[in-house]
């Protein structure tokens, strides 16, 4: 190793990544351009709150979930009409209150519908937010960089993982230090608790 | 043309359209999150314990009387012949409505990207949260035998039992039963993120593990956020529909019967003007005293945003207003004699009284809003807000018992007095409210502080090359 990295995490365990802190949200998204275009991908960062741009300069895919709301919302949809249609108009078809059970008597099964519909929809977005969002999880190797699991909310912090088939260390430090990161910490794997 | 007006610089003033600053004084984002974050960190305010044994011996009091009523019988509350709705479907309605505000100020004004209400709009989700499990508390018990609630489910049994899917008080069930999921789900999914900032924060071990578990372990990476955004455009989007739907289908309750006075068209569109009226007036009631117990608040929630829920609540209170006269007219208009007895009967019977407190308030109260000079004094909004509300009950009230003392038959006519249980299993309802209103100001963060943080000037890129 050139150089002397801060390191957080175990050394015995293999490298996650390198993490980076910058002060401006503009500073974060320069630095994210200069490593990328170096042929870096697998970069992450960490903001407070959602910056305008940076997943496009990330090259994130568009976000599935409006199709798993979708989803949700014609699922909602069959099973609120088959649970109303089948028995109140099928098994056991009886007038109440002079409402027809044939199916000019749609009407009737209108709200259940909407109610189920806007449910499950909602079901939908939220399941999707969380698992394709990599949640929920306990822990996280960026929760062993002790500056980050703290300053989290002030910060914006970047990642390059190891795992990146182009990643060398040397290099990585060099162009986040070219980029004007600062507190660029080696972050390693914790020993596992298993064994 | 276009060369003499070129030679003229004209500097427009902007000021005065420009939007009002969302944090006064120039915080920043660092302030913010320790602002909305002392809160929760902070020492526990002597206050607070007493707030909270207060509104808990109620919340206990009305559970008591919750558990009397199931022990002894649904005769133990005033409810009897005419009247067989009277305190429970009230305080339902009340409760049920009132949530809407909630619902209207953090979905509909973040889709017309009001940014005002930002600062306001997570307290106003609590809010609906827990009004509608005040509501909740009622719909099951008042069916009497509440061991037989599941026969309101579609439940497979081998009783034969299933049930009427064209009855609007089943609709009921499904209604409330999406809107507590949706506005829980909204509430909690846009707290998320905050809740993993009082994890990082957290400095003990319980905390730490509390917070983790309930931030599901967000971290706020590109993707993350990515897929947050998107969904909490479609939960508002949902939600806003919600707005609409839930009290046209509480009104339909009223609406599809054939009672005189309930039987009418505009009940949808009038229980929804006046959910978001109650509605508005409880969050003023809400954050006006929290503003000056947490002095850190006074510059996130600004007295200019306050002023705009004051007019929202004005805007709607008209609206009830037209409303009013609109069911009066049709009243005379229909020619129908038990219609024109119900409302002749409303204003002049022994139930009188509950109808002139109603159109008395609410034709008037909040038409002081009106004048800046009342929607910027705090104080004051914050008694007329309570007033608001005391209306809004007796509107409720007016609506659901005053129309069934009298219907057609002469010979059924009554009156209705609520028994100390009906009373304190109402400020039960009330006590279970404010407790958890307050376990919710003193454990999580009551402000988004990461949308706030979003749009404070500086905090975004400034896209300086290629944009």
Redesign the interface.
């Known amino acids: 190793m050139s150089r002397h990295l801060p390191v957080a995490g175990s050394l015995a365990e293999p490298l996650h990544a390198v993490g980076a802190r910058f002060d401006t ?2 500073a974060l ?1 320069a630095a994210v351009r200069s490593i990328r275009a170096a042929g870096y991908n697998a970069v ?12 496009e300069e ?1 090259k ?1 895919p568009k ?1 599935l ?2 199709f798993l ?1 979708l989803g949700g919302a014609v699922t909602a949809i069959a099973l609120a009409l088959t ?2 249609l089948v ?2 108009s099928l098994i ?1 078809p ?1 007038v ?2 002079g ?1 027809p059970v044939n199916f000019s ?1 749609l009407p ?2 209108v ?2 519908t ?3 519909t ?2 499950l ?3 939908a ?2 399941k ?3 698992l ?9 190797p ?1 929760l062993a960089w002790d500056l980050f ?6 910060g914006f912090f970047l990642a390059v993982s190891a795992r990146d088939p182009n990643f060398t260390l040397e290099k990585v430090t060099e162009l986040l230090e070219t980029s004007g990161a600062g507190d660029i910490t080696a972050i390693h794997l914790e020993p596992s608790d298993d064994e | 043309m276009s060369a003499s007006t070129s030679n003229e610089t004209v500097t427009p003033d902007l000021s005065a359209i420009a939007r009002p600053p969302q944090v006064l004084n120039n915080r920043g984002p660092l302030w913010v999150t320790d602002a909305v974050c002392s809160i929760v960190e902070g020492k526990t305010p002597l206050w607070w314990y007493a707030a909270i044994s207060i509104s808990g011996t109620f919340a206990a009091i009305g559970g008591a009387c919750i558990l009397y009523m199931i022990i002894t019988g649904v005769g133990v509350w005033g409810s009897n012949s005419p009247a067989f709705w009277a305190w429970d479907i009230t305080n339902f309605i009340f409760w049920v409505s009132m949530a809407h505000a909630g619902s209207f100020i953090s979905a509909v004004l973040f889709l017309t990207r009001q940014r005002w209400s930002l600062s306001v709009s997570r307290a106003a989700e609590a809010m609906t949260v827990f009004a509608i499990v005040c509501a909740g508390v009622y719909p099951a018990i008042h069916i009497g035998r509440v061991w037989f609630v599941w026969f309101l489910f579609p439940v497979p049994n081998n009783y034969g039992m299933w049930p009427n899917f064209s009855s609007p008080l089943l609709w009921d069930v499904f209604a409330v039963t999406s809107y507590l999921t949706v506005s829980s789900l909204f509430w909690f999914a846009g707290m998320i993120p905050d809740l993993a900032v009082l994890r990082d924060r957290a400095t003990t071990k319980i905390r730490k593990f509390c917070y983790g578990v309930a931030s599901l372990g967000w971290l706020g990476t590109a993707r993350q956020w990515r897929h947050y955004e998107s969904m909490y455009v479609v939960l508002a989007g949902l939600t806003s529909v919600l707005v609409v739907t839930v009290t046209t289908i509480v009104a339909s309750d009223c609406a599809t019967s054939v009672i005189p006075g309930w039987h009418a068209t505009i009940f949808p569109f009038y229980f929804m003007v006046g959910a978001v009226y109650s509605g508005c007036a409880t969050v003023l009631t809400l954050l006006i005293p929290l503003r000056a117990l947490y002095p850190q608040l006074k510059d996130l929630i600004t007295p200019a945003q306050l002023e705009k829920v004051a007019m929202l609540l004005l805007m709607m209170a008209s609206c009830v207003g037209y409303v009013y006269v609109y069911e009066l007219f049709c009243a005379w208009y229909s020619g129908n004699a038990f219609e024109r007895g119900a409302f002749w009967e409303r204003f002049h019977g022994t139930a009188a009284w509950y109808a002139i407190t109603c159109l008395s308030i609410n034709l008037t109260i909040p038409q002081l809003f009106w004048f800046k000079r009342v929607r910027t004094c705090l104080p004051l909004v914050f008694v007329l807000a309570i007033l608001c509300n005391v209306g809004m009950w007796f509107e409720r009230f007016m609506i659901v018992t005053t129309s069934l003392l009298h219907d057609f038959l002469p010979s059924a006519w009554g009156n209705f007095h609520p028994s100390i249980v009906d009373i304190l299993t109402a400020t039960g309802t009330l006590g279970i409210f404010f407790t958890l209103f307050l376990l919710f100001i003193r454990f999580v963060p009551i402000m988004s502080m990461n949308e706030l943080k979003a749009v404070l000037p500086g905090t975004q890129p400034q896209h300086g090359e290629g944009h």
């Open positions: 949200p503009d998204i992450d960062c960490y903001t407070p709150y959602p910056i305008h741009g940076l997943a990330l994130a976000s979930i409006s709301v649970m109303q028995p109140s056991y009886l109440v209150g409402k008597g009737q099964y709200p259940i909407v109610a189920l806007l449910m929809g909602a079901l977005a939220v999707g937010m969380i394709l969002g990599g949640m929920p999880r306990l822990n996280h960026m699991a703290k300053d989290a909310s002030r």
